[in-house]
């Protein structure tokens, strides 16, 4: 069963090997990935949008992971793009180092569905061992099937 995040996901919008090693080239080759989805409406405004956002406050969550993402009119629903680096990504001025980058763009008009995807995206990626499962996956098939069943583990009612 899809939960919140993996429904978002597209094996074509995961790159599991991040050619990029600068924060802003890695942003830009991950959100890179949504030039052709159908719910981007205005690519580069999307992207402007999400460097605003990016340099307001830090995106990074610590743990080698960070949620760059952009409240924006220039999406028609929530998007996701993913990018994986095993050398990791500098962020905060070089003090963190970002393996796993969950990028979002999100209707202004649905903060509620934007809340449960980050609130969905928290839970699953605090467990150190679902961080280090979907770095090792090696395709993006197998990265989506391992995020179903993180979220059906993490997810799931008590």
């Not at 979907?134 to 008590?158: G, H, N, Q, S």
């Amino acid at each position: 069963m899809a939960g919140p995040i993996s429904r978002l996901l597209d094996p074509a919008r995961i790159q599991l090997n991040l050619q990029s090693t600068q924060h802003v080239a890695a942003l830009e080759e991950t959100a890179g990935l949504l030039k052709t989805h159908p719910d981007v409406h205005n690519f580069d405004g999307f992207f402007q949008e999400l460097l605003v956002r990016d340099r307001l406050d830090t995106t990074y969550l610590g743990y080698g992971v960070a949620l760059p993402h952009a409240r924006t009119e220039h999406v028609k629903n929530i998007v996701m793009a993913v990018g994986c680096s095993k050398a990791g990504v500098p962020f905060d001025n070089g003090q963190a180092s970002v393996r796993i980058m969950f990028l979002l763009g999100t209707p202004k008009t649905k903060p509620g569905e934007y809340l449960q995807v980050m609130s969905a995206l928290c839970k699953v990626l605090q467990d150190p061992v679902q961080r280090e499962m979907l770095l090792r996956v090696t395709t993006p098939d197998d990265f989506i099937a391992t995020m179903i069943a993180a979220e059906e583990k993490r997810l799931r009612p008590a």
